[in-house]
């Protein structure tokens, strides 16, 4: 069947309207779908996924009844705020402190999976203390460069390099 | 290695070569991984950036990849070039107009890339032709190995990988196969089959060409579950399931246009070849949408043994590319040819400059003109 608009590509969008009991059908190409406004989007961008998925949860706020909604990763500072608005986490703890709010989005984007079983590195990891440390001692470092102060961050790039041997 | 050095000629995994290849042409296995001991890279400032770039791009070029390989710092790429790697498939277009500093690790023969700073601090993939998927999984699980002597993941026990986004968590792994349907399109079967595999959970994409818009009957299947099914679930779901499916219907669309619409077919065949052998201008879309075609045709010839009278024409253009040995019939690999260096960037890379649309459409016309006139 081809676009009623321009009679020339193939009609992929079928409209069916009922007003008043009066049903008509419209069928349209992509592109003059697009021009008169009825163009559905196939498929949803990750950022309006999640915007939508966290927006239909009820907030922190309303769970907890106080303004815990405000809540920032102890360890890179991100909030559940940032997340919505860019799609991507701050750091690995972020799964941790923001679990309750990420574990629905979490089974919904995998098919209502919310456990890993799939690779696990041969090699142990270094401990989660030692990881958070790393990252907190990152930090301080940045902190030390920005503050001009050459001779603690020295003393901290000292450190990282003792704990990441 | 300047990139103009691959720029002149496809990639392996192009070549036509491969199980399945006239449908399915090539299989793609990318991993996401991020270093423990660092925030994702949202969250960091420029210099733990260019800290994870450095020891991700030492660790990677000490690997033993059974290849040459090369580095490319990315934000200094020029736009050109940055162009031609997304045209060439070798990073992502996230990754070649992202901001901070970020780098590739390239292998000369293509089948490997990693990407540094991407979404997340690492993301390697594994490129080959035709359909293998098994194959890809074991090579880049291997490179994951060995980088993982040297470098702690961010890994938990219970979601697995962390990955910057949640979608990507778990085994961070994505498979995909690029896929070239011109009879389910031609049949007017390509919504249903589309419909199909959005409701299987994977993601559509067209190859090439912006957005998600399938230009020249390429599209590309992604999984976009990622956790709370093994890589081997995945990957068979793929192997066992989907493709073959997918190939069935593809033959046995081309099968329904030999033997119900051969003048459709034919009449589609002629017009592509009479366009591409005489055109003096034509835009990217235009030739992607054409030569769409004869890859159709020459692909019915070889491996459903279809005879034509258009099939055969197009079979008896002698191949311009093999010299002067014109008893060669037009191969594959001479319309695949056709398809990557008449991207926009690898026409003004091999060109030599930046040339705007018109003078592109010139060239690229003047490209496939020579190549099909022998």
Known sequence: ?165 | MKLTDISANINEWFDGSGPLADIVISSRIRLARNIAGHKFLSRCSVAEKSEILKKLRDTLMSLELGDKVFYLSVDKTSLLGRHFLVERHLISRHHAFGNGPRGAVIAQREFFTAMINEEDHLRIQVLKGGCQLSQCYEQINRIDDMIEQKVDYAFSPRYGYLTACPTNLGTGIRVSVMLHLPALKMTGQIEKFLNATRDMGLAVRGLFGEGTEAAGDFYQISNQVTLGASESDIISLFENAIIPEIVEYENAARNQLLSKEPEVLDDKISRAMALLRNAHLISSQEALFLLSHLRMGINMREHLGASTPAIEKLSGLSDASRGTDKSETLSISTINRLFMLTQPAHLQLNYGKQLGPERRDALRAEIIRSALNG
């Open chain 1, 1 to 165: 069947m081809y676009c009623q608009n321009c009679q020339e590509k193939e009609a992929t969008i079928h409209l069916t309207e009922i007003t008043d009991g009066l049903r008509t059908e419209t069928h349209l190409c992509e592109q003059c779908a697009q021009k008169e406004g009825v163009a559905v989007k196939s498929q949803l961008s990750i950022n309006e996924l999640l915007s939508s998925l966290l927006a239909s949860q009820p907030s922190d706020d309303e769970v907890f009844g106080d303004s815990k909604q405000n809540t920032s990763c102890p360890h890179c500072g991100s909030t559940l705020e940032q997340f919505t608005k860019n799609a991507v986490l701050g750091c690995p703890y972020d799964y941790e402190v923001f679990e309750k709010s990420l574990l629905p989005l979490i089974k919904k984007a995998h098919n209502g999976k919310k456990t890993h079983c799939g690779k696990v590195p041969s090699k142990t990891s270094t401990g989660t203390k030692k990881q958070i440390e790393l990252m907190k001692l990152r930090q301080e470092l940045e902190a030390a460069v920005q503050n001009e102060d050459y001779e603690l961050a020295a003393e901290l790039r000292d450190k990282i390099n003792q704990r990441e041997k």
